[in-house]
């Protein structure tokens, strides 16, 4: 009698968001092409589906790519047809603001602005955990991995979210993020040194500035008190 090795079935299956757009703006199109399906087989072995190859793996999904999204819409169901297996896909869709003297990321933060001489700045910190094209960016809340990252990523201080967001401290970004220029509201940027330089000086000489020390100038550029 001889036996056939059986082939492994899938247990479960992940979302590998890491590349995934998960942030919009009502009235945009769904857009699942950076999103990856991992299968978890019974073997411990796991295979990783892209987006292009979710048809010849059987695996659909409950809104279409393309589809228009809009405010109430949160997640998409993704389902493997072959063990029946199925993961969530959490969204966050926001509604654009009509107002030029506000800012809004894809997390829906609002962010007042504020004219200097010729120059206009974000009011608040920035306090946003996606990009602007609406990939998440990573949240680290450990010193040491912090050190040795080489993606963007972010973190809040003293791993306290809430305190924060709601006393407007904003949160941490590494320098792959202001690498990126992708972590501002789209249609702004990191200032550059140049921009920050030529801000300073305008406050000098407009009496920010007490001939002592930086400090009266620091305060006048702080959001927070």
Not at 40 to 50: C, V
Not at 80 to 98: R, Y
């Amino acid at each position: 009698m001889s036996c056939e090795k059986e082939e492994p079935k899938a247990i479960s299956i992940d979302l590998d968001t890491a590349k995934a757009k998960i942030g919009y703006f009502s009235g945009e199109s769904l857009d699942l092409t950076g999103l990856i399906v991992v299968i978890n087989m019974d073997d411990g072995s796991d295979k990783q589906i892209s987006f292009l190859e979710f048809a010849d793996n059987e695996i659909i999904c409950d809104h279409e790519n393309g589809q228009v999204v809009s405010i109430g819409m949160n997640s998409i169901n993704i389902t493997h047809n072959v063990s029946q297996k199925t993961a969530t896909l959490n969204i966050s869709v926001v509604k654009e603001i009509d107002d030029e003297t506000l800012v809004i990321d894809r997390d829906g933060n609002i962010y007042s602005t504020v004219t200097i001489s010729d120059q206009v700045w974000m009011s608040d910190n920035l306090r946003t955990t996606k990009d602007n094209e609406g990939i998440p960016i990573k949240l680290v809340n450990n010193d040491s991995d912090w050190h040795e990252l080489e993606v963007s990523a972010y973190c809040w201080y003293g791993n306290d979210q809430t305190l924060c967001k709601e006393n407007n401290y904003g949160a941490f970004y590494n320098y792959h993020v202001v690498e990126s220029q992708k972590v501002c509201p789209s249609g702004w940027h990191v200032a550059s040194k140049e921009e920050f330089w030529k801000l300073w000086e305008y406050l000098e000489q407009n009496e920010y500035y007490n001939g002592i020390g930086s400090r009266t100038i620091s305060k006048a550029l702080s959001s927070t008190y």
